[in-house]
């Protein structure tokens, strides 16, 4: 089975820092864009950061941007995103997901919990 | 405030047929394609609909999309219990160089 599984979520102070990890499975990872979504408590989905298959093009949220990094390891079939400078609006569940063409998010894994406060 | 504009809740009873609609500019509905993500209680959200109006492999043809100018809307027909959900359209956005998500709309099947 296709499978997304996100690691690295926990409990951070305000102005700290996280790495989140998501490890792909079963399928071709390097065919493919890669994408970061979060979701804060009781609200909808939000798009952070996408990634280009070889890691040459990376699109960001503007409330993350110069604070959140996407980035990738093909060879280990791995998406990552370093979060820093976190603020306590940055509490959310977050969700890896391969872009299936176009922008469609077809695979998700099953989110991992970031929660920002002192 | 979202970008994209749904109505917050909808409701209909079994076996019924509703619509939600998904209302955005040209920036981002207008000329972009359209997606449409089912999210069940506790669960990551789950692709219905793309491209405007194709399935993805596996999920039922009760579901359907479509969309004029700048608006789209997500048909479920033959509602049943387990449609019960939120669900959010998204598209890409030239503004904004982002994907963009509605607010989400509560289905409840009475």
């Known amino acids: 089975e296709v499978q997304l599984v996100e690691s690295g979520g926990g409990l951070v102070q305000p102005g700290g820092s996280l790495r989140l990890s998501c490890a792909a499975s079963?399928?071709?990872?390097?065919?493919?864009?890669m994408t970061w979504v979060r979701q804060a408590p009781g609200k909808g989905p939000e798009w952070v950061a996408s990634?280009?298959?070889?890691?040459?093009?990376?699109f960001y949220v503007d409330s993350v941007k110069g604070r959140f990094t996407i980035s990738r390891d093909n060879a280990k079939k791995s998406l990552f995103l370093q979060m820093n400078s976190l603020r306590v609006e940055d509490t959310a569940i977050y969700y890896c997901?391969?872009?299936?063409?176009?922008?469609?998010?077809?695979?998700w894994g099953q989110g991992t919990m970031v929660t920002v406060s002192s | 405030q979202s970008v994209l504009t749904q109505p917050p809740s909808v409701s209909e009873a079994p076996r019924q047929r509703v619509t939600i609609s998904c209302s955005g500019t040209s920036s981002n509905i207008g000329n972009k394609g359209v997606k449409w993500y089912q999210q069940l209680p506790g669960k990551a959200p789950k692709l219905l609909i793309y491209n405007d109006d194709l399935l993805p492999s596996g999920v039922s043809d009760r579901f359907s999309g479509s969309k004029s100018g700048t608006a789209a809307s997500l048909a479920i027909s033959g509602l049943q219990s387990e449609d019960e959900a939120d669900y959010y359209c998204a598209a890409w956005d030239d503004s904004l160089n982002g994907v963009v998500f509605g607010g989400g709309t509560k289905l409840t099947v009475l």
């Open positions: 990634i280009k298959q070889d890691g040459s093009e990376k």
């Open positions: 079963r399928f071709t990872f390097n065919n493919y864009w």
């Open positions: 997901a391969r872009d299936g063409g176009g922008w469609a998010f077809d695979i």
